[in-house]
Each structure stands twice: as structure tokens, then as C-alpha cells.
């Protein structure tokens, strides 16, 4: 499994979080997705076929794209 930990500025409260929960979790592959709104920073693990590519892609795409 892979994981890494992104800063997405855009995070701004629970909602916000919770979209990127979603959109990370939508890509095959991803298996989970932590945040904390106050820090901004989201841990997200992955499997194949998910690239974290795909995953960068997914989150630019709903407006939340990491640093």
C-alpha cells in the first residue's frame, strides 16, 4: 500500500474536508482518506490500480488540488 500526506489549502471546514473524503475515495484503489481541517493536511492510502496521478487528478478536478 502507498500513502502520502498532501496540504490542500482549499480545506476551509468540515464540508470542504468531507468533499475531498469523497472525490479521493472515488478513484479504484484508494482505501482511506484522513483529514484535518485545521492543519489542512489529508493522509490518503492506496492500492493498484490507483496512481496517486489519478488521485491528484480527481482532487484538482473537485477544486481541491494539493501542494
Known sequence: M???IVNIPDISC??????VKREA???AGVKSVE?????K???IEWDAP???EQIEAQLKDAGYPPK
Open 2 to 4: 502507498e500513502s502520502k
Open 14 to 19: 468540515g464540508h470542504c474536508l468531507a468533499t
Open 25 to 27: 475515495g472515488e478513484v
Open 35 to 39: 483529514g484535518d481541517v485545521e492543519s
Open 41 to 43: 493536511n489529508v493522509t
Open 50 to 52: 490507483a496512481t496517486w
